[in-house]
């Protein structure tokens, strides 16, 4: 079976302006031992584009910060590390990693490849209860788009592709999403801001609810394909005009 060609964007990446910068949380608003919030909290700022590619990490400044000692810190920036989202350069410092175009295709095309399968199956699979659950996601998306929230919007579209991972009843294809999709997921801050690009999730996400409504894999996976695919058509260009943000290729 052929998938449908991809579109290109329609908004140009050039245009995207960086998320604002906020305050890390505080650590009561994550679970766990102390170096895994510390590591919670750290990695949400990265994510989030709170700190930025290139950031210098000041581990006293992050100290006091959060109000911990070195220790959990030095342990969460490790972790960090493995995770590619932080260098620690010998001599030199601790640097919130750039954007590697390269990390970013990889998981892309390894998060497609589980999103397409997952879509298919549930556009087959899907019970009312489901549907249901998916219809009240999009109504939330509308509202947070009403209200000019795009925070709470990317975390409901985030939710979104979460549920349909997960009424494919396999219980670890939604783990091994998250893994793949780390740098994506970074790098998707940089164009939801983008002058439309929320409008168009938007009614991407609900062409995809009504393939699955719809019950037509076909559908669904060209629907999905096509939202997922707008990612790279928006990076590239950006990293020729922000070079300053990605790792040379």
Same mark, same amino acid.
């Given at each position: 079976?052929q998938?449908?060609?991809r579109?290109?964007?329609?908004?140009?990446?050039l245009?995207? %302006?960086?998320?604002?910068?906020?305050?890390?949380?505080?650590?009561d608003a994550f679970?766990?031992s102390?170096?895994?919030r510390?590591?919670a909290?750290?990695?949400?700022a990265?994510?989030?584009?709170?700190?930025?590619p290139?950031d210098?990490l000041?581990?006293?400044?992050i100290?006091a910060?959060?109000?911990?000692s070195r220790?959990?810190?030095?342990?969460a920036?490790?972790?960090?590390?493995v995770e590619?989202?932080v260098?620690?350069?010998?001599?030199?410092?601790?640097?919130?990693?750039r954007f590697s175009?390269a990390?970013?295709?990889?998981?892309a095309?390894l998060?497609?490849?589980?999103e397409l399968?997952a879509?298919?199956?549930v556009?087959?699979?899907?019970t009312?209860d489901?549907l249901?659950?998916l219809?009240?996601?999009?109504?939330l998306? %509308?509202?947070?788009?009403?209200? *000019?929230?795009f *925070?709470?919007?990317?975390?409901? *579209?985030?939710?979104?592709?979460e549920?349909?991972?997960?009424?494919t009843?396999?219980?670890r294809v939604a783990?091994?999403?998250?893994?793949?999709?780390?740098?994506v997921?970074?790098?998707?801050?940089?164009?939801?801001p983008?002058?439309?690009?929320v409008q168009?999730?938007?009614?991407e996400?609900?062409?995809?609810?009504?393939?699955?409504?719809?019950?037509d894999?076909?559908?669904a996976r060209?629907?999905t394909r096509?939202?997922?695919?707008?990612l790279i058509?928006?990076l590239e260009?950006?990293?020729l005009?922000r070079?300053?943000?990605?790792?040379p290729?």
């Open positions: 079976m998938d449908a060609p579109q290109a964007p329609e908004v140009s990446a245009e995207v %302006q960086l998320p604002p910068r906020r305050p890390l949380r505080p650590l679970a766990g102390l170096a895994q510390v590591y909290s750290l990695r949400e990265i994510l989030s584009m709170s700190f930025r290139g210098i000041r581990k006293p400044e100290c910060q959060l109000g911990v220790s959990p810190v030095s342990e920036v490790t972790r960090l590390a590619h989202l260098r620690i350069v010998p001599q030199t410092g601790t640097y919130v990693a175009l990390e970013i295709r990889e998981g095309f998060r497609e490849a589980l399968a879509v298919e199956k556009a087959q699979t899907i009312d489901e249901t659950q219809r009240h996601n999009l109504r998306q %509308q509202a947070l788009l009403d209200d *000019d929230d *925070d709470g919007f990317y975390q409901t *579209d985030a939710a979104m592709h549920l349909i991972l997960s009424f009843g396999y219980r783990a091994l999403a998250e893994t793949s999709w780390v740098h997921n970074r790098a998707r801050q940089l164009i939801l983008a002058p439309g690009r168009s999730t938007y009614a996400h609900q062409a995809i609810l009504a393939a699955i409504e719809a019950r894999p076909v559908a060209a629907a096509l939202h997922l695919g707008q058509g928006f260009p950006l990293a005009a070079p300053d943000l990605f790792e290729d």
